[in-house]
């Protein structure tokens, strides 16, 4: 059974900065390609971030570049997404999955997700 958790969503103003983490289970978390993605109100999920398993390739939808840093601690089986200079369009649910082919088609299975709401 594959296990994604995701937290460290909250409300934070316009240019401010949140680390969202996804606990994984063992295998997933060393084994697995893993990526971000979010959904927005009213709009479909849409790719974030990427990782390869050894965390030395890494892949950012272009809305984030430069601002997003994704990561992994395979030792504790999290993944990481660091998000500054945050704008009001980033407000959305993040979710965190494995990767099925790179760098932004996920599995088809997904956590709770964490809230992530920026104020302008």
């Known amino acids: 059974q594959v296990q994604l958790v995701e937290s460290g969503g909250g409300l934070v103003q316009e240019g401010g900065s949140l680390r969202l983490s996804c606990a994984t289970s063992?295998?997933?978390?060393?084994?697995?390609?893993m990526g971000w993605f979010r959904q927005a109100p009213g709009k479909e999920r849409e790719f974030v971030a990427a990782i390869n398993w050894s965390g030395q390739n890494t892949h950012y939808a272009d809305s984030v570049k430069g601002r997003f840093t994704i990561s992994r601690d395979n030792a504790k089986n999290t993944v990481y997404l660091q998000m500054n200079s945050l704008e009001p369009d980033d407000t959305a649910v993040y979710y965190c999955?494995?990767?099925?082919?790179?760098?932004?088609?996920?599995?088809?299975?997904w956590g709770q997700g964490t809230q992530v709401t920026v104020s302008s």
């Open positions: 063992a295998r997933t978390g060393t084994m697995y390609t």
């Open positions: 999955n494995r990767i099925l082919t790179w760098p932004n088609r996920p599995y088809d299975y």
